[in-house]
């Protein structure tokens, strides 16, 4: 189990749609990244997905099977670690565990597992009042995975995370998906995910292989040279998009090889004291930018 989908699926508070005719396709095995802006309908999806919120239409499927029918069997296989859990000041991390396996009934082999591989082992008879925000994290890791769950639902890991903090729930993330389970996680997790799905207004943007949207995007150069001002106005009379970022610098949005083909030509006619071109990485967070700008 491990492949997720939503089909035309409409859900709405009253007379608001939060989600408009949505369509998931999250393959098994994915790190799958769902991003946009609050109010989006990105936590709605996931209630939906677990069955806490019933749409006005549309369905959802895992590994293909309607999930009305079979939702008590496909809950036992999924973990959920919720944006503002609740937890007990007073229990030690170890005693969260214990008592969440009063329902699944994993053991304490289990219980040690999930401490070990979440970092918090030396920490699991520590009450949780004393816990740092990285370690309530992994906390919430190792209860959403006591039950070894085929699909992993995390809402915000990262939030409030120190920079070695981040680092470590990446670390596991990447250990996760190597062991073969689905994650579905509501972060901006670019160093880690495979797959991203951008919403906007309960609609869906974009998705699909996070690689191919980086790579299929315009492309962005840096140019330092003397004639800033020339070379901007040469680029704008081709209908070449081009801004000036400082003096020195020309920043120039190459939206296919053939403008890039244009512009070595422009280089090659001009008399320009080149110094330095450097071309610019897309980032998900630039591309996510540029595509909810686009349907404001």
Known sequence: MGKIEIRNLCFRYAKQIVLNNLNLDIPENALYGYLGNNGSGKTTTIQVLLGLARPVKGEVLYDGQPFRDQREK?????GLCPGEPFYYDNLTGYEHLAYLDHIYHCGRTAINKVLAITGIENARNKKLRHYSTGMIHRLGMAMALLHDPDILFLDEP?????????HSIRELLLQLHQEGKTVFLLDEVEKTCTHVGILQHGCLLYQGDLSELLNNIEKRIHIRLDKVDLLHSVCKEVQIDSRIKSESILEVILSNDTTYDRLIELLGQGDYHISAIQPLENTLESVYLKLTSQTK
Not at 74 to 78: D, E, G, N, P
């Open 74 to 78: 496909q809950l036992r296989k999924i």
């Open 158 to 166: 990262l939030n409030g995370l120190d920079p070695e903090g981040i």
